[in-house]
């Protein structure tokens, strides 16, 4: 089993990847849905809400502000939450050990030092005004978010540098289709048996 990373800046179209290759059969992960599943548990909820004890009631956007705006809260939700997207990801692992390749997207791939967890990364990239205009369409998303997440995240261009594959999203679908044509022949002459 080869375990392929997908990561990217925010709106760089990771999920549209990921969704794209669960349509071609491979099996995917999902951190960013994972970690929304995760916040819908109460019990998470009354834990996050202990770590940041001035967020009277679980709110995703201000638990979002409270995170963007201090490196601290920022590291606190990463120790709370990283184990458990480890574990799930050690669960998907595990559950699908039989397949020639998985994918798993994991936005903070290099921030959180998840590499060692893959055996293959791929980053997405695409224009700068292109990442705006997606963000832009997410419900409560501001342009004060977007410049805190680019401030905060290692560039698009240096996720590009660290990956061993690097998808344009930027891209209509048959551009996309020979990037994932690329990808597949790469992987097979990577990982031959």
Not at 4 to 20: E, P
Not at 93 to 108: D, G, H, S, T, V
Request: net charge neutral; with cysteine; aromatic share 12%.
């Amino acid at each position: 089993m080869i375990t392929v990373g997908i990561t990217g800046s925010y709106a760089s179209g990771k999920s549209f990847l990921l969704d794209h290759l669960a349509g071609m059969g491979y099996k995917t992960f999902s951190a960013d849905t994972y970690v929304s599943d995760l916040y819908k548990d109460l019990a998470i909820q009354q834990q996050v809400l202990q770590l940041f004890p001035n967020l009277k009631v679980f709110d995703k956007k201000k638990l979002a502000v409270e995170i963007y705006n201090s490196d601290l809260s920022r590291d606190k939700i990463h120790e709370f939450i990283h184990p458990y997207v480890t574990r799930a990801l050690d669960e998907f692992k595990n559950k699908n050990n039989k397949e020639r390749y998985i994918f798993a997207e994991i936005p903070l791939l290099f921030e959180a030092g998840f590499t060692k967890y893959f055996d293959f990364i791929v980053a997405t990239i695409c224009l700068d005004e292109s990442r705006l205009k997606r963000a832009m369409t997410k419900p409560g998303f501001t342009q004060w978010i977007y410049d805190k997440i680019k401030q905060i995240q290692i560039s698009q261009e240096e996720k590009a540098r660290m990956a061993d594959f690097v998808l344009n999203t930027d891209s209509n679908l048959l551009e996309l289709e020979h990037q994932l044509e690329e990808l597949k022949k790469l992987l097979e002459w990577k990982y031959a048996k």
